[in-house]
T-cell receptor, first 117, second 111 residues
Framework: GAGVSQSPRYKVAKRGQDVALRCDPISGHVSLFWYQQALGQGPEFLTY????????KSGLPSDRFFAERPEGSVSTLKIQRTQQEDSAVYLC???????????????FGEGSWLTVV | GENVEQHPSTLSVQEGDSAVIKCTYS??????FPWYKQELGKGPQLIID?????GEKKDQRIAVTLNKTAKHFSLHITETQPEDSAVYFC??????????FGKGTMLLVSP
């Protein structure tokens, strides 16, 4: 597709449920990022992939959060045993070049809105 | 790590006026400064960016200025229109780190 696509757009989960959020980056983009955006806040970094390699997961808030990109294209962010504080918008972003490449524009998807009740 | 401060948190202007949003950053290694516009229910959309080798960049009604010495950059929107109403985020990165965002500015343009 023309842009970064995320699904589902909206997800309501009961506390303790596992959720999986999918990201289809722009075709051919090497870099893929996941961000978490709480209500009224700026996006905060979760994790970074260069192709299929997860090179940075320093922003993942706990071991309940897991991300993968097995074939270097589609990525899934999984949250196990969801808690109310996990309620947020989860944004996926991609860029053509690897992180560190000068002039690397990052494009965001529409986000997956997660509400944990 | 990088820390980005953004002001003001809300900004109300009349249609046709100018709007200015200011950001400061802490990491002197940062060299790329994008601005994103986020409308309700949508993801951030890149509207303009600037790299550390230039001091100013303009695209129609939008301009960004960068003062590396002061670690300060600003977004200027002239002749504002109601459709400019949104939340605007500044961000900074050294390239080898991830984008660090400010907390956002809600811009309201009244007709």
């Amino acid at each position: 597709g023309a842009g970064v696509s995320q699904s589902p757009r909206y997800k309501v989960a009961k506390r303790g449920q596992d959720v999986a959020l999918r990201c289809d980056p722009i075709s051919g983009h090497v870099s893929l990022f996941w961000y978490q955006q709480a209500l009224g806040q700026g996006p905060e970094f979760l994790t970074y992939f260069q192709n299929e390699a997860q090179l940075d997961k320093s922003g993942l808030p706990s071991d309940r959060f897991f991300a993968e990109r097995p074939e270097g294209s589609v990525s899934t962010l999984k949250i196990q045993r969801t808690q109310q504080e996990d309620s947020a918008v989860y944004l996926c972003a991609s860029s053509l070049q690897r992180r560190g490449f000068s002039g690397n524009t990052i494009y965001f998807g529409e986000g997956s809105w997660l509400t944990v009740v | 790590g990088e820390n980005v401060e953004q002001h003001p948190s809300t900004l109300s202007v009349q249609e046709g006026d100018s709007a200015v949003i200011k950001c400061t950053y802490s990491d002197s290694a940062s060299n790329y400064f994008p601005w994103y516009k986020q409308e309700l229910g949508k993801g951030p959309q890149l509207i303009i960016d600037i790299r550390s080798n230039v001091g100013e960049k303009k695209d129609q009604r939008i301009a960004v200025t960068l003062n590396k010495t002061a670690k300060h950059f600003s977004l200027h929107i002239t002749e504002t229109q109601p459709e400019d109403s949104a939340v605007y985020f500044c961000a900074a990165t050294s390239g080898y780190s991830t984008l660090t965002f400010g907390k956002g500015t809600m811009l309201l343009v009244s007709p």
